[in-house]
């Protein structure tokens, strides 16, 4: 059974900062991509940040500076460390997985593994 278990998420506030761990099991992810997307209330789910197999990261635009995402292949996770959140950055976060020529971050639906979603809440 393949899972992607998401943690770390919690209520802040902001300018505080939270780290976002992913754990995946039950599959061989080897040369997948990696990466978290969000969806806040009444808006689409987006794109946040992912990392190669190999170890290069890419970001939104409003994260960057703020937001490091990494990976550790032994392990089978990938992790987001959040710093100086804002309370625009309120979502659940998803955890996600694919291979690269099936990766997108326009229509992440079309990705084939995803975690539950884990809830951040950053107040004012």
């Known amino acids: 059974q393949v899972q992607l278990v998401e943690s770390g998420g919690g209520l802040v506030q902001a300018g505080d900062s939270l780290r976002l761990s992913c754990a995946a099991s039950?599959?061989?992810?080897?040369?997948?991509?990696m990466g978290w997307f969000r969806q806040a209330p009444g808006k689409e789910r987006e794109f946040v940040a992912a990392?190669?197999?190999?170890?290069?990261?890419w970001y939104q635009e409003s994260v960057k500076g703020r937001f490091t995402i990494s990976r550790d292949n032994a392990k089978s996770t990938v992790s987001l460390q959040m710093n100086s959140l804002k309370p625009e950055d309120t979502a659940v976060y998803y955890c996600?997985?694919?291979?690269?020529?099936?990766?997108?971050?326009?229509?992440?639906?079309?990705?084939?593994?995803w975690g539950q979603g884990t809830q951040v809440t950053v107040s004012s």
């Open positions: 996600a997985a694919d291979l690269p020529g099936r990766w997108t971050t326009g229509t992440p639906r079309r990705l084939n593994f």
């Open positions: 039950g599959h061989t992810f080897i040369g997948y991509i």
């Open positions: 990392v190669s197999w190999s170890g290069s990261p």
